[in-house]
């Protein structure tokens, strides 16, 4: 099996009514897939399935290779991250970004796995700690001094980019955003987005980029997925799905766009 995230066959029923059926999906390392669908449609339910905050009715998922049960353990779990569409809510007020970032970080005892692996001079935990956060907030383009920054202090599309920061803390492999633009104007959404594409290239991070909105899936990804009434329909390379989309039902969400830009043919 290949590297990155692997959907095979995942169900989802609440109460026995399935809301997520039969999905076979791939995130490789450095892309990013847009799952696109509409409300109520499954996306949600499709990733806490890939987080494991939801249990499996049916199929598997793997990440590189090894299948990841309900239950995971710490490092399965910072494998596989999830970033929401409401930062505020996940943020607590009382901690500024720094201290969030730097907990995490302690937490994880990811300063010391780092320094035990360092064959060149070691520095202290503390001061690799403060270098790692400076270092999270260049690569979700934030100025080294929101550190110092509470929540409320921070836009909406900053605190977007906290929140993607501090997923990237713990160096996934895999990143979930679920609907991570949705609070924020259009063009803050674009700075977002933007952070998106350049953490799968420069990082090799894996994203499944989850939103009801194809204006999104057109501006950050590599391929796309469509989800309706929790079955895939289409997956195509995003080029192709934006020119020739093939199921009816894609031309119809294509056609209730209201102007994409313009992609060659
Ligand atoms: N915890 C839950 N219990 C029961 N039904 C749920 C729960 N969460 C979502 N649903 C239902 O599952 C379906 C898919 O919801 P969701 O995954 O949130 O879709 P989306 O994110 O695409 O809007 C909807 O019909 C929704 O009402
Ligand atoms: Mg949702």
């Not at 095979?8 to 995130?27: E, F, H, I, P």
């Not at 490092?75 to 929401?84: F, K, N, P, Y």
């Not at 836009?155 to 609070?183: H, K, N």
Request: glycine residues 10%; positive net charge; aromatic residues 2%.
């Amino acid at each position: 099996m290949a590297d990155g995230l692997e959907l095979t066959g995942v169900s989802v029923a609440y109460a026995g009514r399935r809301v997520v059926d039969d999905v076979s999906l791939q995130v490789r390392p450095g892309t990013i897939v847009g799952l696109v669908g509409e409300s109520g449609s499954g996306k949600t339910t499709l990733a806490r399935a890939v987080v494991g905050t939801v249990g499996l009715a049916g199929g598997t998922v793997h990440l590189d290779g090894t299948p990841l049960a309900r239950r995971r353990s710490r490092t399965e779990r910072r494998a596989v991250q999830l970033v929401q569409q409401d930062p505020y809510a996940s943020l607590n007020p009382l901690l500024t970004v720094g201290r969030v970032l730097d907990e995490l970080l302690r937490v994880h005892r990811l300063a010391e796995r780092r320094i035990a692996s360092d064959t060149a001079g070691a520095p202290d935990a503390g001061a690799w700690r403060r270098a790692r956060c400076a270092e999270l907030m260049g690569l979700v383009g934030l100025e080294a001094d929101t550190l110092g920054r509470y929540p409320r202090q921070l836009s909406g599309g900053q605190r977007q980019r906290v929140a993607i920061a501090r997923a990237l803390a713990v160096e996934p492999r895999i990143l979930v955003a679920d609907e991570p633009t949705s609070a924020l104007d259009v063009t803050v959404q674009r700075t977002v987005l933007d952070v998106l594409v350049g953490l799968s290239a420069r990082v090799g991070l894996g994203v499944l980029l989850i939103s009801h909105d194809l204006s999104v899936i057109h501006a950050a990804c590599d391929d796309v997925a469509v989800l309706r009434e929790g079955r895939i329909v289409e997956h195509a390379p995003a080029a192709r799905f934006f020119t020739h989309p093939s199921d009816p039902y894609s031309r119809r969400l294509l056609q209730a766009v209201p102007r994409l830009p313009e992609r060659a043919p």
